[in-house]
């Protein structure tokens, strides 16, 4: 299947690669650094929640310039240069200079948000109308190589720099590789650019636009926002990893691994499961039985919502006593099942915003996905702070009801949901 897929695809999936190992980087350490370093207690859950959204929250204005007035292309490499500064002022904090931590992150996130929502819109506009049927394929294969870029960052983070600074570093350094991959690659991905797409008649004509009515274009979008909406409960747990199971695996588990490590084993399952289930996917397309995209984002829900039953049952067994008694078997289960969640929706996401979105408004709707990605990180944090404040069963308890509720909303609207999804604009 990977023959199939435009050359672009490789181009972008590199990118990615080496932007998220950069993220991470940052991301795995963030709470741990605050708290060892900063010795910060309830604030450093105000500071992740908030980071985690502003990042996202950006794209939205990051894609509405681009789809506006200067492309994709453009707005990625100015997004990289304010995240390769942002990560050079974190690397040079301290306990006692701390106000290039602030600045530095407020840099990644607009950075981010001219880079992350803009790439995934080219990764989309390099498919064709008779290339849709893989374009939830196309969106796995990319999606793999943001998670390779996780795995690394784990191991360079937990076991080739100790020191926290020098993890920071790496980051700007992996923002480096990931902006030279993607200016070398320029020239295979320029048509897919917005600026360029609107001019295809394969994508969307200058008369399948304006053949789009007012009331279609409406309808697309208020699609598109109820899956916002519903996703944002995903998002609130699975930034957990960040919070609620980091602190978990600090202060309930063994320390076999360091606490950030625990990520690796997310990351290499969704690479694991990306190479099993993309040929599943082919054999249920050719008989008609793959399941559409909104479905494929229910399961993931249900599929959450399981690994927050293993943390309850964890805590209940010891976890509930911070006596770093536990073993890693618990944390390691729960990050196998949130990969396959994950497998389910994220990517999923992507395309789905990517067959729905009107043309004119691809870089702004994916911006807002990653919107509600960012306000439910932004909320994960916030109700981070009450992990410590009643037992730890209890938390994981209500992460459980919300994902349930948000399975029933997802098949509440499926139909809605599967109305354009299975069409192409």
């Known amino acids: 299947m990977a023959n199939r897929h435009p050359k672009g695809l490789w181009v972008c999936f590199t990118t990615e690669l080496w932007e998220r190992f950069g993220f991470y980087s940052l991301l795995f350490l963030l709470t741990l650094y605050m708290g060892h370093e900063f010795h910060w207690t309830t604030l450093k859950g105000w500071y992740y929640g908030s980071f985690l959204w502003a990042v996202f929250a950006f794209n939205f204005l990051g894609g509405w310039i681009a789809d506006r007035f200067i492309g994709q292309i453009k707005a990625i490499k100015m997004g990289a240069v304010l995240m390769i500064a942002g990560y050079c002022l974190v690397a040079i904090s301290s306990a006692i200079l701390k106000w290039p931590f602030t600045l530095g992150l407020v840099l990644v996130a607009v950075g981010t948000g001219f880079f992350k929502g803009n790439i995934s819109v080219i990764v989309g506009n390099l498919y064709t109308k008779e290339e849709e049927s893989i374009k939830d394929a196309g969106y796995n294969i990319y999606y793999m190589g943001i ?246 069963h209890q938390y994981f308890m209500i992460l459980t009801g919300m994902l349930c509720l948000s399975a029933i909303l997802v098949l509440a609207f499926i139909k809605k949901l599967n109305r354009f999804s299975q069409q192409t604009t």
């Open 147 to 392: 998670n390779i870029g996780a795995l690394l960052a784990t191991i360079v983070t937990s076991y080739v720099f100790k020191n926290y600074n020098m993890s920071f570093w790496a980051a700007a350094v992996g923002m480096a590789i990931s902006i030279i991959t993607f200016s070398a690659g320029q020239s295979i991905i320029r048509h897919a650019d917005t600026i360029s797409v609107i001019k295809r008649d394969h994508i969307a004509s200058s008369a399948a636009v304006a053949s789009m009515s007012r009331s279609e274009v409406s309808q697309r979008v208020m699609t598109l926002v109820t899956l916002f909406l519903i996703s944002i409960i995903f998002w609130i747990c699975y930034y957990q990893n960040g919070s609620a199971l980091t602190y978990f695996a600090d202060n309930s588990t063994v320390k076999t691994f360091p606490p950030q490590f625990y990520a690796f084993f997310n990351c290499i399952c969704i690479i694991g499961l990306t190479l099993t289930i993309l040929p599943f996917y082919k054999m249920l397309n050719k008989i008609g039985k793959e399941p559409s995209t909104a479905g494929k984002i229910f399961y993931g829900m249900i599929i959450m919502a399981v690994s927050m039953v293993v943390m309850i049952f964890a805590s209940l067994a010891g976890g509930n006593s911070n006596a770093n008694n536990m073993t890693t078997w618990w944390l390691i289960s729960t990050y196998i099942i949130v990969s396959l969640a994950e497998i389910l929706i994220s990517p999923m996401g992507l395309s789905f915003v990517s067959k729905v979105a009107p043309p004119k408004l691809q870089g702004a709707m994916m911006g807002a996905w990653f919107f509600a990605t960012g306000f439910g990180g932004f909320i994960s944090g916030l109700l981070s702070i009450w992990y410590d404040k009643f037992p730890h």
